[in-house]
């Protein structure tokens, strides 16, 4: 049977043999199918209309007796024939299309701070996705993300998402800490006893901690230890996590652990060497049994299987005014390498599901006090993993253009993501289209 409600922008099919059906559109959600009645102790026919108003959750469920199979066609039809039990059902479905409407249209001058940059140049392409309380507001892509091909951004387009992935480091530290089998405050030499020589500049030696290492006051300097500039190579793939550790241990600390704070690229290897050393298991297949499976993330990974390359975005580094190609993924790489501080794989849903997972805690794969601790300031920017640059949000960017960010206060969680290295100009687009979106979403509060 089709059910349709053409005036209110909706349209849904329900089959008799297949139950639920539901339909979604912006802020609302349909569903015909059967629901248990407590109170009766059987089950109901029921169309069901959920609505996420910005902070707000509406349920509403019709009727508490009728058989969806004897329902008229159109249910615009229901509305005028049954008179007034179902006038305020009508009323609320409308408002509901006309807040969706008007909701999207509030999100408008993010979409336009992307759209421009792409228009004018600044920017090959890229996609964004804005979601509250785990839905999809909107999904738009723009511009192309491969200049040679003009292949088109789209939403599934696999990204690097580079230092996206720290938060997903900590996250598979923070399941070892929730087993008992690693201790936030522990000295990393507990674990890797090469590094019990860390020194600073002066010779002193000084303790490093794991909650040190999570929140970029660890002393260990930024650079990565035998990773070159363009460092997508067989050559680089071809160094393990142990190789790297091994190197930053002979080198000095920039500064005493805990006094400073000092982004550092090179701490996430430490950690995901040490992920590998107490669970016994490579670093990327521990976070893809832990994390990536878990959450239904199929299409981020430490590498790009070859079935997956054609939907795998060239990523551009601005050079002199002119775009370099930084990556062009190669189904021959085999990558043993799987770089703890950027070497992610991903999409918008995916690392929505993510970043998500942090503001539902049902939806997740941490417990909610590991949710809290990395949600928890340590200094004055980081929490653990997480960037804490603005109140209620946690947040982190990647070198390659990306941006994932969620506010605990309206349930949202937006995701930009282009593919140029270019530093000054994608933290100010990433900026202003973050901003365009909170002052949405804020407007309605």
């Known amino acids: 049977m089709q059910v349709s409600c053409l005036h209110y922008g909706l349209a849904m099919e329900h089959s008799e043999a297949v139950s639920p059906t539901s339909l979604s559109l912006g802020c609302m959600r349909v569903r015909i199918g059967k629901e248990w009645d407590a109170e009766t102790t059987n089950s109901r026919d029921i169309l069901a209309i959920t609505m996420d108003m910005m902070v707000t959750r509406i349920r509403i469920v019709y009727p508490p007796n009728r058989r969806l199979s004897n329902w008229p066609i159109n249910l615009c039809w229901i509305f005028r024939r049954t008179g007034s039990n179902l006038q305020w059902l009508s009323a609320v479905l409308l408002l509901a299309s006309l807040a969706s409407t008007t909701w999207a249209q509030s999100l408008d001058p993010a979409l336009k701070v992307v759209e421009q940059a792409v228009h004018d140049g600044r920017i090959p392409g890229a996609t964004v996705l804005i979601m509250q309380h785990g839905k999809v507001v909107v999904q738009r892509s723009f511009g192309v993300c491969n200049i040679d091909s003009q292949r088109e951004f789209a939403a599934d387009t696999i990204c690097w998402i580079a230092s996206l992935t720290k938060p997903v480091t900590v996250t598979a530290a923070m399941k070892l800490v929730e087993s008992g089998k690693l201790q936030l405050d522990a000295p990393v030499a507990n674990y890797i006893p090469e590094l019990g020589q860390l020194r600073t500049g002066d010779g002193t030696k000084q303790p ?29 793939y071809d160094h393990s996590l142990d190789q790297v550790v091994q190197q930053i241990a002979t080198r000095p600390l920039d500064f005493k652990p805990g006094t400073q704070v000092h982004y550092s690229n090179a701490a996430p290897y430490v950690l ?28 981020t990974g430490f590498s790009v299987p070859p079935a997956k390359i054609p939907r795998t975005a060239v990523v551009y580094r601005r050079e002199l005014e002119r775009l370099k190609v930084y990556c062009r993924y190669d189904p021959q790489w085999n990558v ?42 340590q200094n004055e920017m980081y929490g653990l993993g997480w960037i804490l640059d603005k109140e209620d949000q946690f947040s982190h960017w990647g070198s390659s253009g990306t941006l994932v960010w969620a506010d605990r206060r309206t349930g949202v969680v937006g995701v930009f993501f282009s593919q140029l290295q270019d530093f000054a100009l994608l933290a100010e687009l990433r900026e202003q289209f973050r901003s365009a979106v909170d002052a949405a979403f804020a407007s309605r509060l």
Do not use: C
């Open 208 to 236: 490093v901690t794991i909650r040190q290492l999570m929140s970029h006051s660890s002393g260990i300097p930024a650079s990565v230890p035998l990773r070159d500039s363009y460092f997508f190579t067989q050559q680089w």
């Open 272 to 299: 995901g060497r040490i992920v590998e050393v107490v669970a016994e298991r490579p670093f990327g297949q521990f976070v893809q049994q832990e994390i990536l499976q878990p959450l239904e993330m199929l299409d």
């Open 336 to 377: 043993q390498m799987t770089m703890p501080d950027g070497g992610l794989f991903s999409t918008p849903s995916d690392i929505a599901k993510f970043a998500n997972a942090f503001l539902e805690s049902s939806a997740g794969v941490l417990s909610e006090e590991s949710v809290t601790a990395m949600l928890t300031k």
